[in-house]
């Protein structure tokens, strides 16, 4: 990344980690510049990978990283499995910012495996394994607290998917856009839980809400 693109790169960051308020806003120097330095592995690798189809170093800090961040509040138990990983979103940003939490970041596609695990290394994230699998046929020795995917699968897929990795009593978090009542009310009548949270991203247009699944406890699943 050209050096000219560093000041407003953190400036943009700042702005919107203070917008999302706490505990983003209370992120260290050091994390806010583990960030950027994710968003330049990210640049630099994308040229020649295609890992992502968002090019605009300014448009990753509210696309990539805010809109990951947004969310952190929910994740409070580990280990946390990240579903469809891709270039490492949201379990990279997540991972700076939770250090105390215990991440693995799953995805069946090679090169984004290769990216995750050079980005995790230079970072040096010693809370982050990166794992080449399909999440269907990944067998994991140690089941998951929280599982969490972006914009991956519908949520029925989500959560009959993941029933191998969960913990008892887990929480399956998932990123989506618009809120997906259709998919929500078909988990409710099957007698699982389900909540929607509207997030508000900074310099991020449209909806974003984060749904949270979990068992229900007068049932099964």
Same mark, same amino acid.
């Given at each position: 990344?050209?050096?000219?693109?560093?000041?407003?790169?953190? @400036?943009?960051?700042?702005?919107?980690? *203070?917008?999302?308020?706490?505990?983003?806003?209370?992120?260290?120097?050091?994390?806010?510049?583990?960030?950027?330095? !994710?968003?330049?592995?990210?640049?630099?690798?994308?040229?020649?990978?295609?890992?992502?189809?968002?090019?605009?170093?300014? =448009?990753?800090?509210?696309?990539?990283?805010?809109?990951?961040?947004?969310?952190?509040? *929910?994740?409070? *138990?580990?280990?946390?499995?990240?579903?469809?990983?891709?270039?490492?979103?949201?379990?990279?940003?997540?991972?700076?910012?939770?250090? =105390?939490?215990?991440?693995?970041?799953?995805?069946?596609?090679?090169?984004?495996?290769?990216?995750?695990?050079?980005?995790?290394?230079?970072?040096?994230?010693?809370?982050?394994?990166?794992?080449?699998?399909?999440? @269907?046929? !990944?067998?994991?020795? @140690?089941?998951?607290?929280?599982?969490?995917?972006?914009?991956? *699968?519908?949520?029925?897929?989500?959560?009959?998917?993941?029933?191998?990795?969960?913990?008892?009593?887990?929480?399956?978090?998932?990123?989506?856009?618009?809120?997906?009542? =259709? =998919?929500?009310?078909?988990?409710?009548?099957?007698?699982?839980?389900?909540?929607?949270?509207?997030? @508000?991203?900074?310099?991020?247009?449209?909806?974003?809400?984060?749904?949270?699944? !979990?068992?229900?406890?007068?049932? !099964?699943?």
């Amino acid at each position: 990344m050209l050096a000219s693109m560093r000041q407003p790169l953190r @400036e943009r960051l700042d702005q919107g980690c *203070a917008r999302l308020g706490s505990p983003v806003a209370d992120l260290s120097d050091a994390q806010r510049n583990a960030l950027l330095n !994710y968003i330049d592995l990210l640049v630099h690798w994308n040229s020649r990978f295609n890992l992502t189809a968002v090019r605009d170093p300014l =448009e990753m800090i509210g696309r990539h990283l805010l809109d990951s961040l947004a969310a952190i509040a *929910a994740f409070d *138990a580990s280990p946390v499995l990240d579903l469809g990983t891709g270039a490492g979103l949201p379990g990279i940003a997540l991972a700076i910012a939770r250090p =105390e939490l215990q991440f693995v970041l799953l995805d069946s596609v090679g090169k984004k495996t290769r990216f995750v695990r050079q980005a995790a290394a230079s970072l040096e994230l010693g809370n982050v394994k990166v794992v080449q699998a399909r999440f @269907e046929s !990944y067998q994991p020795v @140690e089941k998951f607290a929280t599982i969490t995917a972006r914009a991956l *699968a519908p949520l029925d897929a989500l959560w009959s998917g993941s029933t191998h990795l969960r913990q008892p009593g887990a929480t399956l978090l998932a990123y989506k856009g618009h809120r997906p009542d =259709e =998919e929500m009310a078909a988990l409710t009548a099957a007698g699982i839980g389900v909540t929607a949270q509207r997030l @508000e991203v900074p310099f991020v247009t449209g909806e974003r809400h984060l749904i949270r699944i !979990y068992s229900n406890p007068d049932t !099964y699943g």
